[in-house]
């Protein structure tokens, strides 16, 4: 039997700062379906925490008004499962707030790892990160929501993770699609 793979990741959904199909930087909303598709992929291949990142107060409060609704409100005796997946869920002002805490709770400097759906010509492969991975050090894979990160998160992180490719010319994932595929791919190898 194949030995399960348990890498120390943690995954952030960031909000801000993020870019707009005009190349602005801005906070986007938060989305119920981002939140719970990523939460159950999350808690399915074993991730320590989901981040939601975003510095608006109304979009903090729209997310604890689902979390609690699914971990301590009627959903949580509704649908327990779903429980134990939004239980990851942490809602933070920045990345660097997200980092902060995993520094203070791993008592190392995670790697950062970011995402886009555009190539880059420093991009590592999903199996190079997997390896990367599996030293046991913490590390956090960021995902943009909008049409992507801001060029200072990409600038910034340790690695800049390939792009999820079909076999199609068609690249415009949901970031909770990207999420599943790229999990599966750096756990399940």
């Known amino acids: 039997m194949k030995k399960l793979f348990r890498p120390n990741l943690y995954v952030a959904l960031a909000h801000y700062p993020v870019i707009n199909r005009s190349g602005d930087i801005i906070a986007s909303a938060v989305t119920n379906l981002d939140m719970h598709d990523m939460a159950r992929a999350a808690k399915t291949y074993g991730v320590k925490k989901l981040y939601v990142i975003t510095p608006l107060e109304d979009q903090k409060e729209l997310c604890q008004k689902i979390i609690s609704h699914w971990t301590v409100g009627r959903g949580s005796t509704f649908n327990p499962k779903r429980k134990q997946a939004l239980d990851l869920i942490d809602i933070k002002n920045s990345i660097d707030d997200a980092l902060n805490e995993i520094r203070s709770s791993e008592g190392g400097c995670p790697k950062t790892v970011v995402t886009s759906a555009k190539n880059g010509s420093r991009c590592i492969t999903h199996a190079e990160l997997r390896e990367i991975l599996e030293d046991g050090k913490p590390c956090l894979l960021i995902f943009g929501t909008g049409w992507g990160l801001a060029e200072e998160i990409i600038?910034?992180?340790?690695?800049?993770?390939?792009?999820?490719?079909?076999?199609?010319?068609?690249?415009?994932?949901?970031v909770r699609s990207a999420c599943s595929i790229i999990l599966d791919r750096i756990i399940k190898g």
């Open 155 to 174: 600038l910034g992180a340790d690695y800049l993770l390939e792009p999820v490719k079909g076999n199609t010319d068609y690249n415009h994932l949901s």
